[in-house]
């Protein structure tokens, strides 16, 4: 047995001791209430058995010697002969301690040994003339009117006399008997009853605390389940955050007392919600539960893992000259290939890590520590990361925005400005950009470069372009006349277009907000779809096939190939707004424009040019043959009502504000 469990077995004792002492308590208060209950009762059987005795006297022996005339009138010298003889022979044997008779006003007119005959009337011999018996027990002479020497216990009895013809009341016997061969009788029988009583008792102690015992054990086992599951992931059965915590705080006490130096780390798997999404939560669990298996295989006491929720894990490392080695197997082995349904499947995982004592020694700080490390892991795909004050290229504030963005889109922060997009050849406004913005309580307004970036990382991302498809359609909705044919742009992430589900997700947005689904084009950056072009064209395509449009934004900046692009299911192409913006001044982007213009003329797809900021810009994407233009030129991204005033403004005299050239175009609009 080990300390620990000898120590856990002895305070077991110790309950158990303390248990059977407690319950004894109750067992022997009952057996003194009942034995007292019993004594009672054997007091009144005595009693009762001495009346019987008297009764039986006086009805055989003493009422057949008298002649029927009351007690008052002197007895005859026969009978009082007679009732010597009897007195002699009862008190001789000892059935008998004393014997006397009384009138009915309570005087003694015979008595065995001839006391009591000046004495005062006692009340039991009154109340014995008026018919009652009345029994008590007693000691012999206790009587304040007795004046010999106080002797044992008797049963003191007076009851009234009958004699005569027609038996009536003449007297009152008065009758000491000795108690002790009727309490040796009763006692006889309450032994046997006590007997039983301490058996009884017993035998109701042992099945108490049998009871209370197995209860108790119950109890306790249930104690420790819940215990444990309060401290344990349900799935993987390895420890959760609150054990964790604890598991790592010890450690870093032990080790801050050797002078060692502990390891916490991260861990969080890579695009694991893909794998949920795509092969069912039940596959996922299976490759969460290996893991951890495989984890806990490799790690050696009193190292520690535990599974914080999701797709995380926390791992407690003691006094490792280099910690990233252990961390690189650890990574290793959560890439190695794992048969999931029958499918091999390999993730990636993104470790941060802190060493205690250098980067701190409180654990909550540094959890956070290796957080922001294991974030910073995520972005750069760089695998393990150490938390280091010193680098400046990730910042714990972008990251304290993430958590708030969580709140900011529950609380209503975000809101949508719109950009519009303008038809060269039509000269008028066929849609609107909605770009979102936060307006964050304590850092003002911030544009979407501010937060985009880090949302994208995570899958808060998913919660984002749900609300602004929502937002920005109901926006559209709301419009009406005269801009039933206006369409809206909404601009959609990589890992968005990864997400089984999200096409139908955004064929139901449109149905809810009840517009067509021609109305809405959705905007995918190059690096978007190469992110995945399988899943990215088939998401893609789902969307097309409701209606959706499709713009391929920031076109030129990434690396699409052209043999993907024919392949797309798209609608248009936005060149990136750094070929555009000096367009009229850099030859070299003004003939990438006019390529990609006739490119996407040639695959029959809209082609816009984005960040028209002046005129000039203008006049050259112009003479491209770009269908759209969208810039500071005509308008910055503005708020719903201000789009709406602004559409009034320009469709009042569209032709002429918008006709080329441009110069008569009105800059106060901007
Ligand atoms: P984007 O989709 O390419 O949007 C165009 C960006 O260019 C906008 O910046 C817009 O304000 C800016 N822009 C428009 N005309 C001009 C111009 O003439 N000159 C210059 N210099 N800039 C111009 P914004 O609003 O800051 O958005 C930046 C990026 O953030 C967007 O680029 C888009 O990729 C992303 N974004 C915005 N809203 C959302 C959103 O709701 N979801 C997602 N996933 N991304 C969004
Ligand atoms: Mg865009
Ligand atoms: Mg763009």
Redesign the pocket.
Known sequence: MSPANGALHQSAIRQLVALGAVMLVPIILLGFVLAGSYRGEANQRGLAQGRSEALLMARSAIQPLLDGRPLSQQLTPLELARLHNLTNAVVTNGSVRRLRLRSLDGAVVFSDDGSGFRQKVEDEALAAARGQTVARLTRFNSDVVDKGRVGSQVVEIYMPLYAGAHRGRVGVLELYLPYTPIRNDVNAGLGLLYRNLAIGLALLYVALFGISYWVGRRLRRQVKINTYQAEHDALTDLPNRTLFHRQAKSELLRATKRGESTTIAIIDLDRFKEINDTLGHQSGDRLLTELGRRLAAHLRAPDSLARFGGDEFGVVLSDLSDPEVVLRRLRELIHTEIEVSGLPLSVEASIGYVVAPDDGTDVDELLQLADVAMYVAKNDRSGIVRYDRSQNHYDAAKLTLVTELRQAIASGQLVLHYQPKVDIDLQRVTGVESLVRWEHPTRGLLFPDRFIPLVEQTDLIDDLTAWVMRQALDDLGRLGPPFEDLSVAVNISARNLGRVGFAAQVIQALAEARVPAERLTV?V?ETAIMADPVRAAAALSEMTDAGVRVSI??FGSGQTSLGMLSKLPISEL?I??DFIRDVDTNSAHAGIVRSIVELGHHLELTVVA?GVETVEALSVVATTGCDLVQGYLYARPMPLVQLVAWLDEVSVAPPVKFALPLSGFNRTLL
């Open positions: 905007e950056t934004d920031d936005k990136d707004l984005e």
